[in-house]
């Protein structure tokens, strides 16, 4: 197998991996993995808002999972770790499942989208942007974008600064699709300070300093 062959087999596994860690993980507020490959097996860096439901009482949870990965994915020897998302609310990924959630439930599309909007807010974000598309009202599809905050939008600015996730939900009225975009304020780089020397008075018979 070709080096590119081999590149684009191991990104498709990837994105399959990631899916099913998606759907496996959603109560445990999934934001994303990290794989890394070493001469010991497979690293998994799982980020989740509750790690403790996938961890599971004396690691079972954990176990079950580990061996789901080694035999739907053929990965060598896999490695879990889990982290804790410190502040789920700048997390694209896990605001896109708690808008799904609460869509899935009864709530308005409106009501949830604006409630998340301003968890991301109140969690210190410099910006924030939330799309809801499908058929939300009648059997026209369209879509609503909500907004807050201040969120680059094109410029190598946009793309190292702005997180954005995707997801969706199947309700009656037919497929929603759901799209977030955060700017964290510490993201952005410190502003400079110009600050003036100062020159120093010229001593008695002498010559200034600078």
């Known amino acids: 197998m070709s ?23 959603k109560d445990a507020g999934y934001g994303g993995t990290d794989i890394l490959k070493t001469p010991m097996g497979s690293r998994i860096t799982l980020y989740v808002s509750r790690p403790g439901l996938v961890i599971g009482r004396r690691g079972i949870g954990i176990k079950d999972l580990t061996e789901s990965l080694e035999k739907k994915f053929q990965l060598p020897n896999p490695q879990i770790a889990v982290m804790e998302v410190e502040v789920p609310e700048l997390n694209p990924r896990i605001m896109c499942s708690r808008i799904a959630s609460s869509v899935t439930r009864g709530t308005a599309f409106r009501r949830a989208a604006n409630y998340a909007l301003n968890a991301i807010m109140n969690a210190g974000a410099m910006g924030a942007e939330i799309s809801i ?10 879509h609503e974008k909500y907004r807050a905050g201040v969120i680059p939008k094109s410029g190598d600015t946009a793309k190292k600064i702005v997180r954005e996730a995707t997801s969706d939900v199947l309700l009656k009225l037919g497929l929603y699709g759901i799209k977030v975009k955060i700017a964290p304020r510490e ?17 008695e018979g002498g010559i200034a300093a600078a």
Do not use: C, H, T, Y
């Open 3 to 25: 080096a590119v062959k081999n590149v684009m087999k191991n990104f498709a596994r990837n994105v399959e991996l990631d899916e099913f860690l998606e759907s496996k993980l």
């Open 187 to 203: 993201a952005i780089p410190p502003e400079v300070e110009i600050v003036e020397a100062a020159v120093q008075a010229p001593a």
């Open 133 to 142: 598309a499908g058929k939300l009202r009648s059997e026209r599809s369209r």
